[in-house]
C-alpha cells in the first residue's frame, strides 16, 4: 500500500514550457486536491476532484489545469509555466464522507523551479 | 469566508519542556480541525482531528489538542518535547469535499 505517490520529485522548467504533474493514490479514494506551497504562506488549495470525471477550482487555480479520467489518479498541468509558479507541489486524496471533516492524506510534494 | 491564524511564526523550546502552539479559526459552522505536522523535504503528517464530542483531543506522537469553541482556539499542545519534534507545524480547518485552508505555519525549533 503505497499511499500517495507523486511524479517527478523535482522538476526545472523555462518559463513558457509546459508539464504535467500526476498523483496516483491506491486508497480508493473518492476526493483528491492539488495544493501548493510557498515560504510564509502555509498550502493554498489549486483545483480538487470530488470524484471521476470531476474538478473544481480552488483558492488559487489559475495558470493551472486538472485532469481525473480515472479514479486513482489526478494530473496537474500548466499549459506555459511562469517564475511566479515555483513551489513545491502536495497531492491529497481522502474518503470523501457525507457529515463533512475529511482527512486528507498527502503526498511527498513536487518540488518545480521555473526560471 | 474560512480562515486559520497561527500568531506564531517560529518558537523554541528546550528539549525536555512543555509546548503549546496556538491556533485561531474562523468558519461560519461547526469547524472540522487537524493539525499536521511537517518534516523538512517531507509530505504532512497528521497529529491529531477535531470532528466532534469530547473537546480534548489526543493525537500520535504524544500531542493532544483542546478545540475552544468560545475561543474559536484549537491549540497543540506536548508536556515534553523530544529533539525530532523539530519540525513545521500546521493548523487546518475544514468540511466536506471542498479542500482544507490552512494556517501559515509554526516552525519549531528545540534547543538541547
Known amino acids: 500500500n503505497a499511499g500517495v505517490t507523486q511524479t517527478p520529485k523535482f522538476r526545472v522548467l523555462k518559463t513558457g514550457q509546459s508539464m504535467t504533474l500526476l498523483c496516483a493514490q491506491d486508497?480508493?479514494?473518492?476526493?483528491m486536491y492539488w495544493y501548493r506551497q510557498d515560504p510564509g504562506m502555509g498550502l493554498r488549495l489549486i483545483h480538487y476532484?470530488?470524484?471521476?470525471?470531476?474538478?473544481a477550482k480552488g483558492e488559487v487555480p489559475d495558470g493551472y489545469n486538472v485532469s481525473r479520467l480515472k479514479k486513482q489518479n489526478f494530473l496537474l498541468g500548466l499549459e506555459s509555466a511562469a517564475p511566479s509558479q515555483t513551489s513545491v507541489y502536495f497531492c491529497?486524496?481522502?474518503?470523501?464522507?457525507?457529515?463533512?471533516?475529511?482527512?486528507?492524506?498527502f503526498g511527498p510534494g513536487t518540488r518545480l523551479t521555473v526560471l | 469566508a474560512q480562515s486559520v491564524t497561527q500568531p506564531d511564526i517560529h518558537i523554541t523550546v528546550s528539549e525536555g519542556a512543555s509546548l503549546e502552539l496556538r491556533c485561531n479559526y474562523s468558519?461560519?459552522?461547526?469547524?472540522?480541525l487537524f493539525w499536521y505536522v511537517q518534516s523538512p523535504g517531507q509530505g504532512l503528517q497528521l497529529l491529531l482531528k477535531y470532528f466532534s464530542g469530547d473537546t480534548l483531543v489526543q493525537g500520535i506522537k504524544g500531542f493532544e489538542a483542546e478545540f475552544k469553541r468560545s475561543q474559536s482556539s484549537f491549540n497543540l499542545r506536548k508536556p515534553s518535547v523530544h529533539w525530532s519534534d523539530a519540525a513545521e507545524y500546521f493548523c487546518?480547518?475544514?468540511?466536506?469535499?471542498?479542500?482544507?485552508?490552512f494556517g501559515k505555519g509554526t516552525h519549531l525549533i528545540i534547543q538541547p
Open positions: 487546518a480547518v475544514g468540511s466536506g469535499a471542498d479542500g482544507l485552508t
Open positions: 491529497a486524496s481522502s474518503y470523501g464522507t457525507s457529515g463533512g471533516g475529511n482527512e486528507q492524506f
Open positions: 468558519y461560519g459552522a461547526t469547524p472540522y
Open positions: 486508497m480508493n479514494h473518492e476526493y
Open positions: 476532484s470530488v470524484g471521476e470525471g470531476t474538478t
